[in-house]
């Protein structure tokens, strides 16, 4: 993406972003609450209009494109709040998942393999699984689509931290799959420990960007976000 900007009630929040993801990456995109990470992946995965700049995927423009096409295009979106159907099994959701297409027996492999636990709990309602389960169940519904770019906002979101720490154990697993990852997050050292590379945004700028091993020896990077005096 070039030159984006996106925001609300014609108030721009971030502002001259320019990012790449290379097929098969891990990218963070790194920052504190309120620096913009969300009203960016909304802007991405056409949730909210781009007021200036460039979104292309795939040689696909999605700059002007809806939610949907943007899905189409192979661009899966998981919020940090999950947005499961609670009241409907692990099963539903996954299925519901592939909407509109049936579910891929391949992809419900692969999503067993990532997460047992889920293949455990198949009949049980999404609404009832513990805070990581239901993380894991975000990022397997998004995979029954088989989109090229997993986006996930915040995937450590309200987990305890040995929670959040397996939930990017999962993470790691999944990369190796091949799967393309953005992931926005708080917990830098956690990002980082998957990355490829990432950016810094505050205040809805990019700041920073590097590969995950320069981030994470960047002395602004480590008093800032990594508790490094
Ligand atoms: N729906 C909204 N309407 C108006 N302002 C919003 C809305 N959502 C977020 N903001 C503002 O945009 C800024 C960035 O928020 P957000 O993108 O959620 O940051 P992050 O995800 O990095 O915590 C904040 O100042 C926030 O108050
Ligand atoms: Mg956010």
């Given at each position: 993406?070039?030159?984006?900007?996106?925001?609300?009630?014609?108030?721009?929040?971030v502002e001259g972003i320019d990012l790449e993801v290379r097929a098969g990456e891990a990218v963070a995109i790194i920052g504190s609450n309120?620096?913009?990470?969300?009203?960016?992946f909304r802007a991405i995965a056409g949730l909210l209009p781009c007021a200036a700049g460039r979104v292309i995927f795939d040689e696909i423009?999605?700059?002007?494109l809806r939610a949907h096409r943007v899905a189409h295009a192979g661009v899966a979106y998981v919020p940090a709040e999950r947005h499961l159907f609670p009241a409907m099994t692990v099963k539903t959701n996954l299925?519901?998942?592939?909407?509109?297409?049936?579910?891929?027996?391949?992809?419900l492999e692969l999503v067993f393999k990532l997460f047992p636990r889920l293949k455990e709990r198949m009949r049980q309602r999404a609404g009832t699984l513990s805070g990581g389960e239901q993380q894991m169940l975000a990022?397997?519904?998004?995979?029954?689509?088989?989109?090229?770019?997993?986006?996930?906002d915040e995937p450590t979101s309200g987990l305890a931290p040995k929670i959040a720490k397996a939930a990017f154990g999962a993470l790691e697993r999944l990369k190796a799959t091949g799967v393309t990852l953005l992931i926005a997050e708080q917990q830098v050292p956690?990002?980082?420990s998957v990355a490829d590379r990432g950016y810094v945004l505050e205040n809805g700028r990019i700041r920073l960007e590097g590969t995950a091993k320069e981030l994470a020896h960047n002395p602004e990077v480590r008093r800032a976000y990594l508790g490094v005096a």
């Open positions: 993406m070039r030159g984006v900007a996106a925001g609300y009630l014609g108030e721009k929040v309120g620096a913009g990470k969300t009203t960016l423009d999605l700059t002007r299925v519901l998942g592939a909407y509109p297409h049936r579910p891929h027996p391949e992809t990022v397997s519904r998004a995979l029954m689509a088989r989109p090229k770019l997993l986006m996930l956690l990002a980082l």
